[in-house]
Structure formats: C-alpha cells, structure tokens
C-alpha cells in the first residue's frame, strides 16, 4: 500500500517495497495477467480466510499458511540465489514477521471470526492512511500535502461511519472488538512496512520474503498454543472448505499471488502497483456477497467509496521533498 507517488507499497504477505515511478511501465499480456492475479487472488484472499477460520481457529490457520509458504520457498531460493542470510538479516525478518504476519495477518484471521470478509478488507485499506501517520510522527518523519491530509480525514471519517453507530443505513454494527483488532493489526502492518526499508535484510527479495514467513509462522504458531488453540484442535474436525481454504491461501495467496506482486514491481508503475490497494476490497466485498451470503448494506457502500477515495488521494498525492539542513 502507499503514501505517496513514490509509495512503499507493502503486500499483505510480505512488506516489500514498490519500486520508483520510473520503472517500466509497458503492459505486456504477461504485466496485465499478473495485474490480474494480484487484483484477484488478493482480494479473494479475505474469503478464504473467512471460510479458513470456520473450522480451523484463527492463529494455527495463519500459522499454517505462512509456515508452509516459508518452508517450501526458503531452502529452493537459498539454492537458486547462493545467498547466506545473517544472524541481523534474521533479526530483520523476525521484526517484520512478528508486526506485519504474527499482529497483522493473525488479526485479520482472529477477526473475521466475527467481521465479515468484505467490510475487513475496507479496513484493512486503511493501512495506507496509517503509513502516511506513522512515516510523520517518526523521528525525521515527512509531514503530509495537504492532499494526504485530505486523505486521512476522510479516511477516517469513513472508518467511523463503517463501525458505528448501530443500525445506521439499515444495517447493524460491526463487531467492535474485530474492528478494534482490525485497527491495530492496520496499524502494525504500517509499523512493519516501514520497518522493512530500512532493516536490513538479503538482496533477494524473495529469500526475504521466504524468511518473514517462516518467523511470522513460527511466532503465530506458539501463539495460538499459548492461547490454548491446540487444546481441543482435531484435524479431523477440520471440514473439507477449511482445507481447500488453506491450501488456496498458501498456493494461491502466498506463492502465485505474491510472485506476481514482486514482477510488477519490477515491470511496472509505483502509482500502477499501488491500485491494488483500493481494488483489493472492491474483489472482497463482491466476492463475500456472491460466495458468502454476506450484505452489502447502504452503509458500506458509502463507507466504501469514502474510504476508497481517502486511498485514492494518498496513493496520488506528491511528495514533499524532505527539507535540507
């Protein structure tokens, strides 16, 4: 997601950086079809972990997912890269796996236990407000133009209106709780994004990747047995959809997803990547409503389009120079 036209637009699974505005940006059948995958298997994603965590409880199954992606990538890109991450590239990694995978991606699970799949990802688009706020109040932070601040107030408002007040456009609340936990896990995913510029970590940008998961798994893993997920867990309670869930997460979400996020960082626009950060809900919201039952109230509408023309603003908003001493 983004802040401005030279965004750091961080994907959902990874935190890696959009390049700048000068990259290429010819749209190859190959760039478009990647464009497409990114639109549509992200966005998809908040269905399959709607449908993930019916019987599969919220950590272990983000756990699961990230663990798996993490194992099956690392050793492959260790061989194919010759790279040797270090003891701070592993620091790095655990940093960025714990805000951005363990609080980020573990809240949204544990949240749409009772959130519906669309109205999260809304939610989950303010990530690009909260990094515009973060990357300000850090020491030697940019102040926001007057467009991002534009942005924020309106992204917030729309926030406001999409959690409350009950019975507002002729629907109920969202839960408070899974909204409160969606806050925070936007919040740590911004916190991480902007940890991952500047951490150091392996050229690669894939063995990275591959390493954030495995301490993200790993961390989201001992959470949910402290939390006692495993106590009274039976995989053999687990039903079919849960199953096919999590493997589209870890195939679809994790691997082609995510391999076609970091080729069009490489092919394309920095304000062309980051669109995927107000689409993403639109596929959200659309799918849980055809898939999922789930109500598209006038009270989400307007939410959306309010939140998703905050986004709009951040992504396309200059940036201010940094001031010289």
Same mark, same amino acid.
């Given at each position: 997601?983004?802040?401005?036209?030279?965004p750091?637009?961080?994907?959902?699974?990874?935190?890696?950086?959009?390049?700048?505005?000068?990259?290429?940006?010819?749209?190859?059948?190959?760039?478009?079809?990647?464009?497409?995958?990114?639109?549509?298997?992200?966005?998809?994603?908040?269905?399959?972990?709607?449908?993930?965590?019916?019987?599969?409880?919220?950590?272990?199954?983000?756990?699961?997912r990230?663990?798996?992606?993490?194992?099956?990538?690392?050793?492959?890109?260790?061989w194919?890269?010759?790279?040797r991450?270090?003891?701070?590239?592993?620091?790095?990694?655990?940093?960025?796996?714990?805000?951005?995978?363990?609080? =980020?991606? $573990?809240?949204?699970?544990? @949240?749409?236990?009772?959130?519906?799949s669309?109205? %999260? +990802?809304?939610? &989950? #688009? !303010?990530?690009?407000?909260?990094l515009?706020?973060?990357?300000?109040?850090r020491?030697g932070?940019?102040?926001?133009?007057p467009?991002?601040?534009?942005?924020?107030?309106?992204?917030?408002a729309?926030?406001?209106?999409?959690?409350?007040?009950?019975?507002?456009?002729?629907?109920?609340?969202?839960?408070?709780?899974?909204?409160?936990?969606?806050?925070?896990?936007?919040?740590?995913?911004?916190?991480?994004?902007?940890?991952?510029?500047?951490?150091?970590?392996?050229?690669?940008?894939?063995?990275?990747?591959?390493?954030?998961?495995?301490?993200?798994?790993?961390?989201?893993?001992?959470?949910?047995?402290?939390?006692?997920?495993?106590?009274?867990?039976?995989?053999?309670?687990?039903?079919?959809?849960?199953?096919?869930?999590?493997?589209?997460?870890?195939?679809? =979400?994790? $691997?082609?997803?995510?391999? @076609?996020?970091?080729?069009?960082?490489?092919?394309? %626009? +920095?304000?062309? &990547? #980051? !669109?995927?950060?107000?689409?993403?809900?639109?596929?959200?919201?659309?799918?849980?409503?055809?898939?999922?039952?789930?109500?598209?109230?006038?009270?989400?509408?307007?939410?959306?389009?309010?939140?998703?023309?905050?986004?709009?603003?951040?992504?396309?908003?200059?940036?201010?120079?940094?001031a010289?001493?």
């Amino acid at each position: 997601m983004s802040t401005t036209t030279t965004p750091i637009a961080t994907s959902k699974a990874t935190g890696t950086r959009v390049p700048s505005p000068h990259a290429s940006s010819g749209a190859t059948p190959l760039v478009l079809a990647a464009f497409a995958a990114v639109y549509l298997l992200w966005g998809s994603t908040y269905l399959a972990i709607r449908i993930g965590v019916e019987s599969v409880p919220p950590l272990m199954l983000a756990g699961l997912r990230h663990i798996t992606a993490g194992i099956l990538l690392y050793p492959v890109l260790r061989w194919k890269t010759g790279a040797r991450p270090t003891a701070a590239h592993w620091k790095t990694a655990a940093v960025i796996g714990f805000l951005m995978l363990f609080v =980020g991606n $573990g809240g949204v699970s544990w @949240a749409e236990q009772t959130v519906p799949s669309g109205i %999260t +990802a809304l939610l &989950v #688009a !303010t990530v690009s407000l909260w990094l515009v706020i973060v990357d300000w109040l850090r020491p030697g932070g940019h102040r926001p133009v007057p467009k991002v601040a534009l942005g924020l107030v309106l992204g917030f408002a729309g926030m406001v209106l999409l959690v409350g007040p009950a019975h507002l456009g002729g629907s109920g609340r969202v839960d408070p709780r899974g909204a409160a936990v969606l806050v925070i896990a936007s919040l740590s995913w911004a916190c991480g994004s902007l940890y991952s510029k500047h951490g150091g970590m392996p050229s690669s940008v894939m063995l990275g990747v591959a390493m954030q998961s495995v301490a993200g798994g790993v961390v989201l893993l001992l959470a949910g047995l402290l939390t006692g997920e495993f106590r009274n867990f039976h995989f053999t309670a687990v039903s079919s959809r849960s199953w096919v869930a999590l493997a589209y997460l870890i195939v679809f =979400g994790s $691997g082609i997803g995510l391999s @076609a996020y970091i080729y069009i960082l490489q092919k394309s %626009t +920095a304000t062309r &990547v #980051a !669109t995927y950060a107000f689409v993403n809900p639109v596929v959200a919201l659309f799918l849980g409503w055809l898939i999922a039952g789930e109500t598209i109230s006038l009270r989400t509408v307007v939410a959306a389009v309010v939140i998703l023309t905050a986004v709009i603003l951040v992504i396309t908003a200059p940036h201010r120079a940094p001031a010289r001493s």
